[in-house]
């Protein structure tokens, strides 16, 4: 028997990085924290283009700790030294975000570190200025700063992409940016944007059906429009899209239209034990990974060209293991 070798990964897709993730010893004590998931998985997969904005804006190693500081009612939030409060570097890191921003044009999507008062996307600890906890969260100087001038790139937290539901749909979108990079902004034209949704639809489908025939509708009121219109509404809505999580219920759903294409072509024991599969994943016994093998199965042996392109079958390499855990 002939022992199928499978492909090395393409690493062609670059994402940003805390630096202190990949190992890097550029934290305030001198120290790292170092993702196993990043480095012994992830970077099989993606070039990672690391950024520490605390040293980047001057901050030594080691350094005083700094810490978000505001007040109950007021939005105001400093980033100010836990010994020194004089020493606040708010504006520094906001403005080293909103730089990074526009530097890292190849970026395809960001990793943060979590709780951090830089780098968190979210729920970072406030403090009063007596050094007591406020109560509230808010995200990391450098985070917002990011994410409000790249409002449309996937970002998020190590932490979080420990959750399979966050990672696959973190992944999802990344893949997806990378793609629109590619086929649509790389040589832009109408019929790239046609194209592009064409084999989107039923990653949109998976995501929220109602975007999927509000997408469809300005794809097809595109010509009216001029291009760079209708790829800034298009892209902006497609990538907002992405962010809700698909369920059980949604990628259900999804492959039930999907086997409308290749339902006649299937025999019935075959098709029976694929509507199995589905059932005992919307119950959640069995992880997508099951029917969707077997779908992607049907569709290689009887699909149109049409379907066999749907990045739903394949948002992200398969090697990743994303739906495995779904």
């Known amino acids: ?36 998931f990043c480095m012994n998985q992830l970077s099989n997969f993606f070039h990672f283009q690391p950024v520490c904005p605390e040293v980047a804006i001057g901050l030594g190693i080691p350094r005083e700790p700094i810490r978000l500081v505001g007040e109950m009612g007021n939005e105001q939030v400093r980033v100010v030294g836990t010994d020194s409060p004089e020493l606040d570097v708010t504006e520094q890191l ?49 985070a917002k700063a990011l994410m409000e001038t790249k409002p449309l790139l ?31 902004l790389a040589n832009p034209s109408y019929k790239a944007v046609v194209d592009f949704h064409s084999i989107q639809k039923y990653t949109i489908m998976a995501h929220d059906p109602k975007d999927y025939t509000s997408l469809g509708r300005i794809v097809a009121e595109g010509g ?15 990538m907002e899209t992405l962010k809700q999580r698909a369920n059980h219920k949604s990628h259900t759903n ?9 339902k006649k072509s299937v025999d019935s024991a075959e098709r029976n034990q694929f509507l199995k599969l589905v059932e005992e994943y ?30 739903y079958l394949e948002p992200h390499p398969n090697q990743l293991g994303l739906r495995n855990q779904l």
């Open 224 to 238: 009216k429009k001029p291009l760079d219109e209708l790829m800034s509404e298009y892209f902006t809505g497609f």
């Open 1 to 36: 028997m002939a022992i199928v070798s499978i492909p090395e990964p393409s690493k062609d897709i670059t994402l940003g990085i805390s630096a202190c993730l990949m190992g890097e010893k550029v934290r305030y004590n001198g120290g790292h924290k170092r993702s196993s």
């Open 282 to 311: 919307r119950q959640g016994i069995v992880p997508l990974v099951a029917p969707i093998t077997m779908l992607r199965h049907f569709i290689e042996n009887h699909g149109s060209d049409y379907i066999k392109q749907q990045t």
């Open 154 to 184: 996937p970002i998020e937290e190590e932490g979080r992409l420990h959750d399979p539901v966050l990672r696959d749909n973190f992944f999802t979108r990344v893949y997806a940016y990378h793609r629109w990079q590619t086929d649509v």
């Open 254 to 262: 999804t492959m039930m239209h999907i086997l409308g294409y290749v």
């Open 94 to 142: 906001e403005n080293y975000g909103k730089e990074k921003a526009m530097e890292l044009t190849d970026i395809c999507g960001y990793i943060l570190m979590q709780k951090s008062p830089s780098c968190g996307m979210e729920r970072v600890k406030v403090y009063h200025k007596n050094g007591s906890p406020l109560g509230a969260s808010a995200p990391g100087a450098y």
